[in-house]
């Protein structure tokens, strides 16, 4: 089994940047790819980055490519998201995941617990 434990939401303005961090534990050797999805109030989950842990590929949401960077450190076994130029539409809660190399939610067996990123206007 593999765990994940995210860090790194808050309470931001229009504008500001923020760091979320993803630690993975326990069956890492089992993991493809790591993504970061996130969850509005009354919407579906939705994709938002995805990286290959063994190769150096990525793959972004529409609506954050060019204001967020997915990135890893295999030592650490973590995942990071940089997220600049927030907007309001970004509040959710984010989730990290571990699986395959895709965008589709069902290619992650495991996910972490959700960390909140509130962008205030």
């Known amino acids: 089994q593999v765990q994940l434990v995210e860090s790194g939401g808050g309470l931001v303005q229009a504008g500001d940047s923020l760091r979320l961090s993803c630690a993975a534990s326990?069956?890492?050797?089992?993991?493809?790819?790591m993504g970061w999805f996130r969850q509005a109030p009354g919407k579906e989950r939705e994709f938002v980055a995805t990286?290959?842990?063994?190769?150096?590929?990525?793959n972004y949401a529409a609506s954050v490519k060019d204001r967020f960077t997915i990135s890893k450190d295999n030592a650490k076994k973590t995942v990071y998201l940089q997220m600049n130029s927030l907007k309001p539409e970004d509040t959710a809660v984010y989730y990290c995941a571990a699986g395959n190399y895709a965008t589709e939610r069902s290619q992650y067996g495991a996910w972490g617990q959700g960390t909140q990123v509130t962008v205030s206007s």
């Open positions: 990286i290959h842990f063994r190769a150096y590929a990525t």
């Open positions: 326990g069956r890492t050797l089992s993991i493809h790819a």
